[in-house]
């Protein structure tokens, strides 16, 4: 089973930028899609973006397209978020997960992270 560390979150104002990482353990990491997602208090979880195995796909959420870059290195079995022009509607737990396929597509997730505080204040 994928063990799964998400690290980098952090305090920062809005229009600020962070970069999320999430350490895999396991040797199958280049094999499956990576994604992220967040969660906010009092609210549903919510699918922010997708990678395919190699990198060369990738999905978004409608409110972090433009903004959020997902991407991954298979040699260090480590995904990545990069966030830019934060906004204080990004605040949230975000964590990560292995895709059930190589695609990454945003239906794919099951077992998410303990996950990483994002907070961006205004």
């Known amino acids: 089973q994928e063990q799964l560390v998400e690290s980098g979150g952090g305090l920062v104002q809005a229009g600020g930028s962070l970069r999320l990482s999430c350490v895999g353990s396991a040797r199958t990491f280049s094999r499956y899609g990576m994604g992220w997602s967040r969660q906010a208090p009092g609210k549903e979880r919510e699918f922010v973006a997708g990678?395919?195995?190699?990198?060369?796909?990738?999905y978004y959420a409608d409110s972090v397209k433009g903004r959020f870059t997902i991407s991954r290195d298979n040699t260090k079995n480590t995904l990545y978020l990069e966030m830019n022009s934060l906004k204080p509607e990004d605040t949230a737990l975000y964590s990560c997960?292995?895709?059930?396929?190589?695609?990454?597509?945003?239906?794919?997730?099951?077992?998410w992270g303990q996950g990483t505080q994002v907070t961006v204040s205004s």
């Open positions: 990678i395919s195995f190699s990198g060369a796909r990738q």
């Open positions: 997960a292995k895709g059930r396929t190589n695609w990454g597509r945003p239906e794919e997730y099951d077992d």
